[in-house]
């Protein structure tokens, strides 16, 4: 499986990067190559948690111009800082 965990490009007056990180669960396939967190310049961030079936539980995106909140990655419902609700 290939996939593609950063992109540059350039638009003649500046350089637009997205950075993507992915799920590492093998033991849940379903799970398992799901994006977990994207990011750059090029697009507004987002974070999603997926439940062992694949199905998505969680995502936060990013409203307005806000930067990517500096919280500790794997986000739940349990753990979910206040600043990103």
Same mark, same amino acid.
Do not use: C, I
């Given at each position: 499986m290939?996939r593609?965990? #950063?992109r !540059?490009?350039s $638009?003649? @007056? /500046?350089?637009?990067?997205?950075? %993507?990180?992915?799920?590492d /669960?093998?033991?849940h396939? %379903? @799970?398992?190559? !799901?994006? =977990?967190l994207?990011?750059?310049?090029? =697009?507004p961030? +987002?974070?999603? &948690?997926? &439940? &062992? #079936?694949?199905?998505?539980i969680l995502r +936060?995106? !990013? =409203?307005?111009?806000?930067?990517?909140?500096? #919280? &500790?990655?794997?986000?739940? $419902? #349990?753990?979910l800082?206040?600043? %990103?609700?």
């Open positions: 290939l593609e965990t #950063f !540059q490009e $638009t003649g @007056r /500046d350089v637009k990067w997205t950075w %993507a990180e992915y799920w /669960d093998p033991a396939s %379903a @799970r398992h190559g !799901q994006p =977990r994207v990011y750059g310049n090029a =697009r961030w +987002v974070y999603t &948690d997926f &439940d &062992d #079936f694949g199905h998505e +936060v995106e !990013q =409203r307005g111009n806000s930067p990517m909140p500096n #919280f &500790d990655f794997p986000l739940s $419902t #349990f753990n800082p206040s600043e %990103a609700l």
